[in-house]
C-alpha cells in the first residue's frame, strides 16, 4: 500500500524555524518528482515547492522563495522541507505527495494535477 506520512509540524512564533519531513511506504520515492503543498483556512491548497527525482533542480513559490528548503533523500525513501524565517501566512496544513508519473522531468512549476500520492497533511502555525 502506498503511503507517505508527514511529521515536523507544530506552533512556532514568527521568525522560527521547523523541518518538515515525508517518509514513505509501499514504494520507493526514487524516480517520482516530490513537493510539497499547502492549505491555509478558507484557501484553495497550492504548491509550495517540488524537487527533481535526482534533486538537483528545485522550484519554490514565490512567497517562500530564500525561506524554504526543500530536499529528498533517496536511500532513506525521504523528502524534508526546511523552513526559516516563517510568517502568520505560512500557517497551514502542509503536504507532501509524489509524481503519478515516473521519471517525468522537473520544469519550470509543478501542477498538484500531476501528484497522485498524499500524506494526510501536518499543521504548521505560525503565531506570537
Given at each position: 500500500?502506498?503511503?507517505l506520512?508527514?511529521?515536523?509540524?507544530?506552533?512556532?512564533q514568527?521568525?522560527?524555524?521547523?523541518?518538515?519531513?515525508?517518509?514513505?511506504?509501499?514504494?520507493?520515492?526514487?524516480?517520482?518528482?516530490?513537493?510539497?503543498f499547502?492549505?491555509?483556512?478558507?484557501?484553495?491548497?497550492?504548491?509550495?515547492?517540488?524537487?527533481?527525482?535526482?534533486?538537483?533542480?528545485?522550484?519554490?513559490?514565490?512567497?517562500?522563495?530564500?525561506?524554504?528548503?526543500?530536499?529528498?533523500?533517496?536511500?532513506?525513501?525521504?523528502?524534508?522541507?526546511?523552513?526559516?524565517?516563517?510568517?502568520?501566512?505560512?500557517?497551514?496544513?502542509?503536504?507532501?505527495?509524489?509524481?503519478?508519473?515516473?521519471?517525468?522531468?522537473?520544469?519550470?512549476?509543478?501542477?498538484?494535477?500531476?501528484?497522485?500520492?498524499?500524506?494526510?497533511?501536518?499543521?504548521?502555525?505560525?503565531?506570537?
Open positions: 500500500q502506498l503511503q506520512e508527514e511529521s515536523g509540524g507544530g506552533l512556532v514568527p521568525g522560527g524555524s521547523l523541518t518538515l519531513s515525508c517518509a514513505a511506504s509501499g514504494f520507493t520515492l526514487d524516480f517520482y518528482i516530490m513537493g510539497w499547502r492549505q491555509a483556512p478558507g484557501k484553495e491548497r497550492e504548491a509550495v515547492s517540488c524537487i527533481s527525482v535526482t534533486g538537483g533542480k528545485t522550484v519554490y513559490a514565490d512567497s517562500v522563495k530564500g525561506r524554504f528548503t526543500i530536499s529528498r533523500d533517496n536511500a532513506k525513501n525521504t523528502a524534508t522541507l526546511q523552513m526559516n524565517n516563517l510568517k502568520p501566512e505560512d500557517t497551514a496544513v502542509y503536504y507532501c505527495a509524489a509524481d503519478s508519473l515516473w521519471n517525468r522531468h522537473l520544469g519550470t512549476w509543478c501542477q498538484q494535477a500531476d501528484f497522485s500520492s498524499w500524506g494526510q497533511g501536518t499543521q504548521v502555525t505560525v503565531s506570537s
